[in-house]
């Protein structure tokens, strides 16, 4: 099946690749970090996660080992086959209507970085939709030198190599970013679009959607835990 591609996106390598240029089976091979820590840290024990584009259940599987519910959503198929242990769903995250709420709604991978102003608008509505009374949405934000701080390389002690090679304006705020991943046995590529924002920036995104911060969960402030604004308490 030929997979069309989103305009500034592209991606290279063995396997199926996702409209986004993101490869599945790179994504089944890179290995989780303390994420899955920093969230249980971050919310109640056992509860009820729902995972704004999981892809193939990096983080999925950790949670559910942890002892959490997860709805995982993608608009990936293939990715969805290698999620294992959770309800799945098949579905771009902006157009996700869903008649329940969750303890939970998680949007990772640097997704609120969206190039498109309104699909970034789309994706933060879709967590306010879901967030049941007195739950939270976490966020992950890239950290603060992500575009700066380029080319970049890191050698995975599992025997990979990730580089960032280029982060190059394109016009508007955008920046489009090529990222490597050297294996053994196999490469891969993606170029993609994302949009830098200052933490005021970040925080205002927030605020047009109807979500406030919490708090910041990590030192370098790139995993956030935010509540609707009406929610009392802080």
């Known amino acids: 099946m030929k997979v069309t591609m989103r305009d500034g996106y ?6 199926a690749i996702t409209p986004d240029g993101c490869a599945v089976e790179l994504y089944s091979r890179l290995p989780i970090g303390d994420e899955p820590d920093i969230i249980a ?22 949670l ?13 198929p293939e990715m969805l086959e290698r999620v294992r242990g959770a309800r799945t769903l098949r ?11 969750f303890d939970v709604v998680m949007l990772a991978s640097f ?5 498109d102003v309104e699909v970034r608008r789309g994706l933060l509505r879709a967590c306010v939709r879901h967030v049941a009374p007195g739950g939270c949405v976490l966020i992950q934000r890239e950290g603060e030198d992500y575009h700066t701080d380029t080319p970049r390389e890191r050698v995975d002690p599992s025997g990979f190599t990730v580089r960032i090679v280029s982060s190059q304006p394109v016009g508007d705020g955008v920046n489009s970013v090529r990222a490597e991943y050297q294996f053994p046995d ?5 170029t993609f679009l994302a949009r830098p924002l200052s933490r005021e920036a970040f925080e205002e ?13 990590t030192e370098d402030r790139t995993w956030v835990r935010a509540v609707p604004v009406d929610a009392a308490g802080g």
């Open 186 to 190: 196999a490469a891969w590529t993606q």
């Open 111 to 115: 997704l609120v970085h969206a190039g």
């Open 41 to 62: 840290a971050a919310v109640p024990a056992g509860a009820h996660i729902l995972e704004l584009g999981s892809g193939v259940g990096r983080m999925t599987h950790p």
């Open 64 to 76: 559910l080992e942890r002892g959490f519910r997860v709805t995982a959503v993608d608009e990936s």
């Open 10 to 15: 592209e991606g290279t390598g063995p396997g």
């Open 205 to 217: 995104a927030l605020e047009e959607a109807g979500l406030r911060v919490d708090r910041y969960l």
């Open 91 to 101: 579905s771009p995250i902006e157009a996700l209507e869903l008649d329940e709420t």
